[in-house]
């Protein structure tokens, strides 16, 4: 018994937010319909790297969920989407605004057949407001919030980040949403709409940016790999060419490096008692632990400060994530036998639950994979679908 196999969803999005919130919910064994357009297919089968023509995001992307295609903006297919809601729990979708009420299938038409369904509305900028209407996409997000602005080195431009990073922590904030959203069912009888602007969650992680420039006035500068909030922070090259990251958040932390690469005497300057004023003093502190770090292999620094009790880890590539120990002591990466490729490898469910532990049964199934077992469950018989197929309806 899985915590939500009693949840049906439909996960009518595209790309990575929305269905990516999908995809948490299915790894705790929700029954997530992925329907995709029946001509064009969701673009992330198309995205990224591919093996044998086979799209490698979708893989992980869809994984644990039935798919079918139907084109909800066809008369035929709306009447698909009604049954498909009328008993399902949960609808995620990322059209622009405006374009589920076109397609008379408004929150309060679904909600007239199924009065308890919860509607996760995820786009770039939200339902309401200037620029609610306009394509948005993760990227936009990166730019919008201050990621951007304050990622890079000093001299530098603003950076993006190489991954779908907003589309990330937004997914992880629409399964929260979702979650809250069946709780407060629970209390009212009724389902919602949760509306989610990928510009917002990401904004909420990138920290007290917003309260310091109301209260001080302060605005976030580019500080490369440093911390504006405590030093050493940075990474540093050893002898052997290895690339270490350094974190020194806790004051004990600090003073066990600094009593390490042989500079006790910094912990009696008065700047080095809290995070904010020994990262003024960035410099001083990078030239010692650098230095001594420099001198040394990655192997006997990282046995140094393990022996030291402070934090330190070295720079992985996906290479040393599949080789890793730590990595495998958790069974972070799983091997999932699939019907195209043979294996799959994928991150595992991203945490662990002691009780009902999540699962990853199935990759990314084919293009109407579960057509006739999804279609045939709404009362459709198979000249029915074989009617909308010929249609174009359905695939």
Same mark, same amino acid.
């Given at each position: ?66 798919? $079918? ?153 580019? $500080? ?172």
């Amino acid at each position: 018994m899985k915590p939500l196999g009693n949840i049906r969803v439909v996960d009518a999005a595209t790309l990575f937010a929305g269905p990516m919130a999908a995809t948490y919910l299915g790894d705790f064994g929700a029954d997530v319909v992925k329907v995709e357009h029946p001509r064009r297919g969701d673009p992330a089968r198309g995205h990224g790297q591919a093996k044998d023509g086979i799209g490698l995001w979708w893989k992980m992307l869809a994984r644990n969920k039935r798919v $079918t295609a139907v084109d909800f903006s066809a008369p035929e297919g709306q009447e698909v989407a009604l049954r498909m809601l009328a008993d399902a729990d949960v609808l995620i979708e990322n059209f622009r605004p405006g374009t589920l009420e076109r397609w008379n299938l408004s929150p309060e038409r679904l909600w007239e057949a199924n009065p308890r369904l919860v509607i996760a509305r995820v786009t770039g900028f939200g339902q309401e407001g200037p620029m609610s209407g306009r394509p948005g996409f993760g990227t936009l997000a990166e730019a919008m919030s201050g990621f951007a602005a304050m990622t890079g080195e000093p001299d530098g431009p603003p950076t993006l980040p190489p991954l779908a990073l907003a589309d990330g922590i937004a997914a992880l904030a629409v399964a929260y949403a979702v979650m809250v959203a069946l709780q407060a069912r629970e209390q009212t009888g009724r389902g919602q709409v949760v509306d989610l602007a990928i510009i917002e969650p990401i904004l909420t992680v990138l920290g007290p940016q917003i309260t310091a420039f109301h209260a001080l006035g302060t605005v976030p500068q580019r $500080t490369g790999n440093r911390s504006s909030s405590n030093a050493p922070r940075n990474i540093y090259r050893t002898r052997d060419g290895r690339w270490l990251a350094i974190s020194t958040s806790a004051q004990s932390v600090a003073e066990r490096v600094v009593r390490l690469v042989g500079r006790p005497d910094l912990v009696d300057e008065p700047w080095f008692a809290s995070g904010r004023s020994r990262a003024e003093h960035a410099d001083e502190l990078d030239a010692a632990v650098g230095g001594w770090i420099a001198e040394r292999d990655a192997e006997e620094v990282i046995d140094a400060f393990e022996q030291a009790q402070a934090a330190i880890a070295p720079i992985y590539d996906v290479r040393d994530i599949s080789t890793d120990p730590q990595y495998a002591a958790l069974g972070s990466i799983v091997h999932i036998p699939d019907e195209e490729l043979g294996t799959v490898a994928m991150q595992n469910v991203p945490f662990r639950l002691s009780e009902t532990p999540g699962e990853i049964r199935w990759a990314g199934p084919p293009m109407g994979a579960h057509s006739e077992e999804v279609l045939g469950g709404l009362g459709y018989t198979p000249g029915d679908i074989a009617r909308l197929r010929a249609a174009g309806v359905v695939a």
